[in-house]
């Protein structure tokens, strides 16, 4: 198939869900008036893209999660929309562009396929980023092959937060895997719409692109947003419940009040890190109805409880914890032990900087200056003009929260896990932050300087964004065309797993129906049809398998059920058995590399 076509059908699977978003949201948000298209673009979107998410996990549990149930709920929501399609063909159609503004509508349409095409182009190869492969697309394969919402005992997250995952899931019914990451993608132009959106009604239109230029200038976010990871997801629904609390703050409509819930409520549903702005939106709206009596307060948690309920009840019930595996001191410690609780929390803090006073004074400071090496750059400049913004910020009662969320949540991230793609569900807010105090800056100069440093800014604000995207571009130059047939993909991925080889092998021979114990492999389960064991923690842990002699280790891998064995002495070395029971139970059928794959007689 032509690399164009290629990269056309993916877009339209993952459109198809994305679009219903856009059209369901503004279906239910209909009564409310928005500022601009932006506004109405960013806010429908991520109401419609969690409410689909709820419906999928609906249909999971009723044992329903079909291609075709998933396609006429997709179906349905076009039809409800029906009138939001209408009126747009309406609009384009009469739309009459004036000559004047050609030359700017095709500068912003040639810098958005700048900007997007070699973002399409990266999520058009084939997941190979560790958490994608161990967990997230894991678990959405999981739920698509078995057409249920169920607990995942071998996966190494039995229960979460998943709303993320069921968009997963409808695009891998609906197309494969990269319309997968193509949806996260989608979530990163919502957040640029919502920036857009939200500095236009704050009276300062051009911060939103200085805005969208800075959250486009960070590797990191653009390294998220081209994989199935859960980050992107996070930030466009915080960002939008922030944005739809300070509307309210200014038109004190009810309606501005439950968006911010809902959308609050689908960052908690995505992810544990959400339940912070469900916390921080409460506690604001808390102190303005101490001022002002009314309800408020009870009005959002209801609406935060409808978006987030689903998930946290499902957790409860199957995990007897709203928030398994943590606080396994109060609700218990089902599917795991306490040693594995804890070995969770001690790799969540392994991150970063001490946890005192001093490490978080130089905060803005490290994050800018010396990221961790592990991790991709995130591009600091808003967090090192961190208490300048915060001062502009404070100055205007329409940003005054601002600065107020994110030091909460840096101080939040700070005292739980200090990895740097946690940090990004409130980029957005410091990069409006930064892009106002500039253009504030700006504001304040005379006429005849104002319109030359407005546009030297914006071309600054355009470089601070072209780094990352030379990145993007280098790569595409780098690794070639993405591949596009069963034969090209398989050696692309053979070429970056070792182990890859022998489970394509096993699925061949066996399809779904055999069970593999691997050693240090985790990052794989995405790519084993069958099921894969094999962890530090939960069901399978490495330290419930005998490793003293081959009779002890041949009775663990009975009791677990597995007919296969892979050692994967590449990062972590495993010492098998040398003895004549080894020897004569384990034969050898793969070996690839650092990695041998025995079946167990």
Same mark, same amino acid.
């Given at each position: 198939?032509p690399l164009l076509l290629f990269g056309i059908s993916h877009l339209l699977a993952a459109g198809l869900i994305v679009a219903a978003g856009c059209v369901l949201g503004r279906r239910l948000l209909r009564p409310m008036r928005?500022?601009? @298209?932006? =506004? ?22 009723? &044992? ?7 396609? $006429? ?79 995942l005992p071998a996966m190494r997250f039995v229960v979460f937060p998943q709303l993320n995952e069921m968009l997963f899931a409808a695009a891998l019914l609906l197309s494969d895997d990269l319309a997968a990451q193509l949806v996260?993608? %989608?979530?990163?132009? +919502? ?8 500095? /236009? ?34 930030? $466009? ?15 004190? =409509?009810?309606?501005? *009040? ?23 939106? %409460? ?22 409880? $409808? ?18 595996? @943590? *606080?396994? =001191?109060?609700?218990?410690? /089902?599917?795991?032990?306490? !040693? ?7 790799s969540l803090r392994s991150y970063g900087w001490p946890r005192t006073v001093a490490s978080f004074v130089a905060l803005p400071w490290n994050i800018a200056i010396h990221p961790h090496a592990s991790e991709a750059p995130l591009?600091?400049?808003?967090? *090192? ?35 740097? !793609?946690?940090?990004?569900?409130? +980029?957005?807010?410091?990069? +409006? ?19 030359? +440093? ?24 780098? =690794? ?38 691997? %050693? ?23 330290? #419930?398998?005998?490793? #003293?002699? &081959? ?27 040398? #003895?004549?029971? @080894?020897?004569? !139970? @384990? ?13 167990? !007689?």
């Amino acid at each position: 198939m032509p690399l164009l076509l290629f990269g056309i059908s993916h877009l339209l699977a993952a459109g198809l869900i994305v679009a219903a978003g856009c059209v369901l949201g503004r279906r239910l948000l209909r009564p409310m008036r928005f500022d601009s @298209f932006w =506004e109405a673009l960013s806010i429908s979107a991520a109401i419609g893209l969690g409410s689909i998410g709820t419906g999928i996990l609906l249909l999971g549990l009723c &044992g329903l999660l079909y291609r075709s149930s998933v396609l $006429a709920l997709l179906l349905a929501c076009h039809g409800l929309g029906w009138t939001s399609w209408r009126s747009a063909i309406r609009r384009v159609r009469a739309m009459r562009l004036p000559r004047r503004s050609v030359p700017r509508f095709a500068l912003l349409a040639l810098a958005a396929l700048l900007v997007g095409a070699p973002l399409v182009w990266r999520a058009l190869y084939p997941p190979t980023q560790f958490d994608a492969t161990l967990y997230h697309l894991a678990s959405a394969r999981e739920f698509a092959v078995s057409h249920r919402v169920a607990p995942l005992p071998a996966m190494r997250f039995v229960v979460f937060p998943q709303l993320n995952e069921m968009l997963f899931a409808a695009a891998l019914l609906l197309s494969d895997d990269l319309a997968a990451q193509l949806v996260e993608l %989608f979530f990163l132009a +919502l957040v640029c719409a919502a920036m857009v959106g939200w500095a /236009r009604r704050s009276g300062t239109p051009r911060a939103g692109l200085w805005a969208a230029a800075l959250w486009l200038g960070s590797p990191l976010v653009l390294y998220l947003a081209t994989a199935a990871y859960v980050e992107i997801a996070v930030a $466009a629904f915080a960002t939008v419940a922030l944005y739809a609390f300070s509307c309210w703050t200014q038109t004190e =409509e009810r309606g501005w *009040l439950i968006v911010s819930g809902l959308s609050a409520g689908f960052a908690a549903g995505t992810k544990y890190s959400g339940l912070f702005f469900v916390g921080a939106i %409460f506690a604001a709206v808390l102190l303005r109805a101490l001022r002002r009596r009314g309800w408020a307060a009870p009005l959002l948690l209801a609406a935060s409880a $409808a978006a987030a309920g689903p998930w946290y009840a499902r957790n409860m019930i199957c995990a007897g914890s709203p928030v398994w595996p @943590f *606080l396994g =001191e109060v609700f218990g410690y /089902r599917f795991w032990t306490a !040693r594995d609780v804890a070995s969770v929390e001690w790799s969540l803090r392994s991150y970063g900087w001490p946890r005192t006073v001093a490490s978080f004074v130089a905060l803005p400071w490290n994050i800018a200056i010396h990221p961790h090496a592990s991790e991709a750059p995130l591009f600091g400049i808003s967090f *090192l003009l961190l208490p300048l913004s915060a001062i502009v910020a404070l100055r205007d009662a329409r940003t005054r929260w601002l600065p107020a969320w994110s030091l909460g949540y840096l101080l939040f991230w700070f005292l739980t896990s200090q990895q740097l !793609r946690f940090l990004v569900p409130i +980029l957005p807010v410091l990069s +409006l932050m930064t892009a106002n105090a500039g253009e504030r800056l700006v504001a304040r100069l005379s006429d005849s300087w104002r319109r030359p +440093l407005g546009v030297s800014c914006a071309a600054a604000l355009v470089l601070f964004a072209a780094p990352a995207l030379a990145r993007q571009y280098a790569g595409m130059a780098a =690794e070639g065309a993405p591949p596009r047939t069963q034969g090209e993909r398989d050696a692309y991925l053979g070429a970056r797993f070792p182990s890859y080889r022998c489970y394509a092998d096993l699925n061949a021979r066996f399809g779904d129906r055999y069970t593999i114990y691997a %050693f240090h492999d985790e990052s794989m389960k995405y790519y084993a049809r069958g099921t894969q064991l094999g962890d530090w923690f939960g069901f399978g842990r490495y330290s #419930d398998v005998a490793l #003293d002699n &081959g009779r002890g280790l041949r009775e663990s891998l009975e009791r677990l059920g597995a007919q296969f064995l892979l050692v994967n002495q590449g990062a972590t070395r495993t010492e098998l058995p040398r #003895d004549p029971d @080894f020897d004569s !139970r @384990f034969r050898p059928i793969c070996r690839n590399g650092p990695v041998t794959v025995y079946a167990v !007689r």
